[in-house]
C-alpha cells in the first residue's frame, strides 16, 4: 500500500527534536526533589509538515494515515449528530468530574465502535490551554496545562505494558503478554471551543521513524516511575497536521501496542500561515488502554 501523500499543501514548521548528546533523559516530577529537573537538551529543526485538512478519509486510508499503520488516525463525524457547535462550546471542560463521567463514556463509545474493542480503561485525561502573556504566571496543573512543543511519544514498550499491569492487573497483563488478549494504549485529540488553528498538534508517520531515533525518557514520580519516549531528528521523518480541525472530528495516536513497535511522535508546533492574534488554543486528550480479543 502507497504511503506516498496526496498533494496537499505543506507548511515550513519548527520542532524541537532531542538533542545527539543528551544519552539518558530524565524528567525529575517529585515535589519536594533539590536538583535539576531535567536533562534535555532540544535542537529545533525545520521541517516540511503536510496539511491533511484537504484530504478525504479514503485517501487517508488509501495513503495508509491509520493506527494500524502509521500510527495516527483522523476521524470524522464525532457524537450525535445533533450536537452543535455552540452546545460544544459551551460543555463543562473545566471540571474534571463532567469530564470523566460524561465525556469518557463517549471516548469509549468511540474506541469500541472504530477499532472493535473488546473492552477499554480511561486512565487519564488532560486539558490544554495556550497561554497568553497575561496568564503566563499561572502554575502548570491538569487544568492548565500548555500544549507540549517537544517531540514525544507517551509511552514505550515496557511503559505500556507497566500501565495495563497498573490500571488492570497481573491476570490482564499475562493475558496480554501470552498475546490472548491485544492491549494498545490510544490517545484521543480534540480541539475545544472552535477549530485549532493556534499550535495545532503535528504527528509523524510510524513508518518513517527509525528504531535508533527513539530514546527512552524516565518520569520520576513520587511513587512510581515511567517512560516516555523522546525522538532524535531524522530527515527521513514525515510529519503531518491538519489546519483547523473541527471539534466534529478527533485525531488518534497510538503509543503502545502488544503486537507491534507502530506508534506515532507527536507535539504542538506553532503554525507560520495562522494570523498572530488567533485564538489560543484549548484542547483535550484522553489515554485510554484498548482490549481487543482474536
Avoid at 121 to 147: C, G, M
Avoid at 256 to 261: G, L, M, Q, V
Wanted: proline fraction near 6%; charged fraction near 25%.
Amino acid at each position: 500500500m502507497s504511503t506516498q501523500p496526496p498533494a496537499f499543501s505543506t507548511v515550513q514548521g519548527e520542532l524541537n527534536y532531542l538533542g545527539d548528546q543528551v544519552a539518558a533523559p530524565f524528567l525529575e516530577l517529585r515535589e519536594k526533589f533539590e536538583g535539576p529537573v531535567n536533562n534535555h537538551a532540544l535542537e529545533p529543526h525545520t521541517v516540511a509538515i503536510l496539511d491533511l485538512s484537504a484530504s478525504t478519509s479514503e485517501q487517508r486510508k488509501t495513503a495508509g494515515y491509520t493506527v494500524e499503520q502509521a500510527g495516527f488516525e483522523i476521524l470524522d463525524g464525532w457524537g450525535d449528530e445533533s450536537t452543535t457547535a455552540p452546545a460544544w462550546a459551551n460543555q463543562k471542560w473545566d471540571e474534571p468530574g463532567w469530564i470523566e463521567q460524561e465525556y469518557y463514556a463517549d471516548v469509549d463509545a468511540l474506541l469500541k465502535k472504530h477499532m472493535g474493542a473488546t473492552s477499554t480503561f480511561i486512565f487519564d485525561h488532560t486539558v490544554r490551554k495556550r497561554r497568553t502573556e497575561a496568564d503566563e504566571h499561572l502554575p502548570d496543573t491538569p487544568s492548565t496545562r500548555t500544549p507540549v512543543s517537544t517531540v514525544h511519544s507517551d509511552q514505550t514498550q515496557w511503559a505500556g505494558e507497566n500501565r495495563v499491569l497498573k490500571h488492570l492487573g497481573q491476570d490482564v497483563l499475562d493475558r496480554v503478554k501470552s498475546g490472548k488478549v491485544r492491549a494498545q494504549l490510544i490517545n484521543v485529540w480534540r480541539p475545544l471551543r472552535g477549530t485549532a488553528l493556534d499550535m495545532p498538534l503535528a504527528f509523524s508517520d510510524s513508518r518513517t521513524v527509525q528504531p535508533d531515533d527513539w530514546v527512552v525518557n524516565e518520569l520520576r514520580y513520587e511513587t512510581w516511575n515511567g517512560q516516555t519516549y523522546l525522538i532524535h531528528f531524522n530527515e527521513g521523518h514525515a510529519w503531518y497536521y491538519y489546519r483547523g480541525l473541527p471539534t466534529d472530528k478527533a485525531i488518534l495516536l497510538k503509543c503502545y501496542d502488544s503486537t507491534s513497535n507502530v506508534r506515532t511522535p507527536h507535539t504542538a508546533f506553532k503554525d507560520p500561515t495562522v494570523p498572530s492574534d488567533a485564538e489560543p488554543r484549548w484542547s483535550i486528550e484522553v489515554r485510554a488502554i484498548v482490549l481487543t480479543e482474536p
